[in-house]
């Protein structure tokens, strides 16, 4: 049987896991690979993120591993933002500010521990980024304030993009696509990888629809919402806010 909500990995848990396997993160082109299209969507989402707004003054990334996200974003945009970083692991956060330094002469800044208690400054971001954290929500109230929390620190304008894990609301549907990522996790890294994807999925994660979380956007506040790809249990979506919000 799937482990329930209430017996999934603690934060302490996913931490001291993150905390182990730094180096495998730090690379844009592998550092992902049990995600689907991993590549592709750091460049999806530097792309439409420049595209949405033309000028970044300050970037956010949540749970941002060694920083790929807000390492691409620069690479693809001109000057030199702010970029404040947030993760569980203090190792992560560590490499991250290290690799992120080397791109940008902004300020960038370390924030350590739970997004959710993070003291990150209201509407004060151009872009926010989110790659592979936000499947570790649980409840649709622990969805819905942190969709609310992401609203509320970003200036008028600004964008927030993700890439995560999905799941489907129809359980055929569900069922077919789940398949389709264990195929692909079998021809990457053969059976034993595949089950240990699955096992970790199980333990630690609570992936929702995408339906639901562009739903969600919508209902705290984002103006416009798109999706930039979708590929099985993967997902590359977006908001922005209002120019008056």
Known sequence: MPTSLTEKSTIQEIEKRFDADVERFANLETGQIALTDAPLGLELIAQAAKAVTPVIGRILDIGCGAGNNTIKLLRESSGN????????????????????SRETTGKVSVFHGDFRTAPLPKKSYDVIVAAAVLHHLRDEADWLAVFSKIFRLLKPSGSFWCSDLVSHELPPVQALMWRRY????????GAPFREAVFACIDREDSPRPLTFQLQLLRRVGFAFTDVLHKNSCFAVFGGIKSGLA
Request: negative net charge.
């Open 81 to 100: 933002p702010d970029c404040d970083l947030n993760d569980l692991s203090a190792a992560m956060l560590a490499r991250a500010q290290e690799r992120v």
């Open 182 to 189: 264990g195929d692909y996790l079998a021809a990457a890294g």
